[in-house]
């Protein structure tokens, strides 16, 4: 699929969709082993950028309840059979708004990485809600989005 052609998709589903996901502030995050890699628990915006970064095939972070400001990127590939998970209750939004709680100038969430699932979470006040770039064979299921620029 063309970098235009998923770009258009995932306007599309932001057009019919609302996309939820919470996000991390500054307390550790925690991570469980499980039989594919380890579930890493954030609460805060600070916790899913650490998670972001460390974030492994077969890993899954899963997102408390609670708004996540600020930039979230996704660069990590999972593999075909060990995909990487981002996922959270319809309670966890990504939120790139400024600090007047305008709609902010960025993406709620840029995936710029291969084999992920992005399910259940919300995003709001961004720009733009999800946007994929150079991803393929990703998953978006039940996503929120809501109150974005485009």
Same mark, same amino acid.
């Given at each position: ?25 500054? $307390? ?48 990590? $590939?999972?593999?075909? $059979? ?31 990485? $291969? ?36």
């Amino acid at each position: 699929m063309s970098r235009r052609a998923q770009i258009l998709s995932v306007a599309a589903i932001a057009g019919c969709t609302a996309i939820s996901l919470v996000l991390g502030g500054a $307390s550790a995050a925690t991570a469980a082993p499980t039989a594919h890699g380890s579930t890493i628990s954030v609460s805060t915006s600070a916790q899913l950028l650490a998670a972001l970064k460390a974030v492994q095939p077969g890993d899954t972070i899963s997102l408390a309840d609670g708004t996540y400001s600020g930039t979230f990127i996704g660069t990590t $590939s999972g593999t075909a $059979s060990a995909p990487i998970t981002l996922t959270g209750g319809s309670g966890a939004i990504l939120s790139n708004g400024d600090k007047s709680g305008d709609i902010g100038s960025g993406y709620g969430f840029h995936l710029e990485a $291969s084999y992920w699932k992005l399910t259940g979470f919300s995003v709001d006040n961004s720009a733009k809600g999800v946007v994929l770039d150079g991803a393929n064979n990703d998953i978006l299921d039940g996503l929120t989005v809501h109150h974005i620029g485009d």
